[in-house]
């Protein structure tokens, strides 16, 4: 009864907290508006969705939503604190208020959506979870992986699916556990483990850092969906509006043709579904407390979703990730954000 209480009475401690914080002080908006930058939680650092230079300069998919957000608020993508954290800390520093939002490769599912106080703005990367194995291994399939030292992240979803991928196929595996993926990734290829598992995505970009990347290969299995994608805290929906329709408008900007080359030009257009998302006429952006060319922000100074894509993560990248699930839904892939009106 004793364990049973600890365990409920924490999270509802930390609740009632947010809750109170969120009577007395200013909306999210506010807060970003009058601290004119936005403060927002990335990865510590992988290739590819966030990593910061030698100069500290932050780049990335996740880091691109961050500064698309940035740009629709304040005009500005390059106003943005980005604050590195690890699976572990990056809900309680949603929580807590450290952030404004959350833009870390984090899965969608539904204890995180439903009691931890948080809501998912959308998606912004659908993922999977796969392996990578060393060559030689001679491995080609999940399946032979029976009792194999799998490398792995806490705090995942990488970590549940595991569990459930072996059981169900009644294998044994033995965890090797570490808080970073620099630290997984080190495992690897130190020998500590057989197998490394994370995020599809992540694999190709971990693969980088091995010091024989050839040496490695992913296997053809995905034994999950990890629909990825930014996060706010539960009761501010303003907040919540302004963050998903940021991710949308840079999926609505690619599949209206809109890219931070032409969106300019764009101004003269006599298409209404362009008037419309550039401010000139239409919803404008009144109802979440921005300016009427929010949305020309976001491209202007960040990009189309498909341009963030491929400077990023795609074929001009190092990472050479193929649209595929995330291609426009007129183009074979998922993505379909609601419309501009
Ligand atoms: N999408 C999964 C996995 C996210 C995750 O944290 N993956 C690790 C696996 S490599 C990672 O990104 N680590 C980077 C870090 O903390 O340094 C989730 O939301 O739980």
Do not use: H
Request: hydrophobic share 40%; net charge neutral; proline share 4%.
């Amino acid at each position: 009864m004793i364990r049973r209480l600890k365990k409920w009475v924490a999270p509802a401690l930390m609740l009632a907290a947010a809750g109170a914080q969120a009577e007395t002080s200013s909306t999210t908006l506010e807060t970003v508006l009058s601290k004119g930058y936005l403060s927002c939680g990335v990865n510590t650092g992988l290739p590819g969705f966030a990593t910061p230079d030698e100069k500290g300069q932050w780049s990335g998919m996740d880091v691109d939503v961050c500064r698309g957000v940035a740009a629709a608020v304040l005009g500005d993508a390059s106003k943005v604190k980005y604050i590195p954290l690890t699976a572990k800390e990056r809900f309680t520093a949603l929580q807590s208020g450290e952030i404004d939002m959350l833009s870390r490769n984090t899965t969608w599912t539904l204890t995180r959506d439903a009691s931890l106080g948080l809501n998912f703005a959308g998606v912004s990367y659908y993922d999977g979870q796969g392996f990578l194995v060393k060559k030689e291994l001679g491995v080609t399939s999940a399946k032979q992986l029976d009792g194999a030292a799998v490398c792995i992240q806490s705090g995942t979803t990488t970590e549940l699916n595991l569990a459930d991928y072996f059981r169900t196929n009644g294998m044994k595996y033995q965890p090797v556990v570490f808080d970073t993926s620099d630290g997984t990734a080190k495992g690897f290829d130190s020998g500590r483990c057989d197998v490394l598992t994370s995020d599809q995505s992540q694999l190709y970009a971990l693969r980088l850092r091995l010091s024989k990347p050839d040496q490695a290969v992913v296997l053809p299995e995905v034994i999950s969906k990890e629909p990825l994608g930014p996060l706010v805290r539960q009761g501010d929906d303003q907040w919540f509006n302004i963050v998903k329709w940021s991710l949308f408008a840079m999926i609505n900007a690619e599949e209206l043709g809109l890219t931070s080359a032409n969106i300019d030009k764009s101004k003269s257009s006599a298409d209404p579904s362009v008037r419309r998302f550039l401010g000139i006429e239409g919803p404008k952006g009144k109802g979440m407390g921005l300016k009427d060319n929010w949305a020309y922000q976001v491209v202007k100074q960040v990009g189309n979703y498909g341009e963030i894509f491929e400077r990023n993560i795609g074929e001009s990248s190092p990472l050479k990730i193929e649209r595929g699930l995330n291609a426009q839904w007129s183009q074979g892939g998922i993505l379909y954000a609601p419309p501009f009106r």
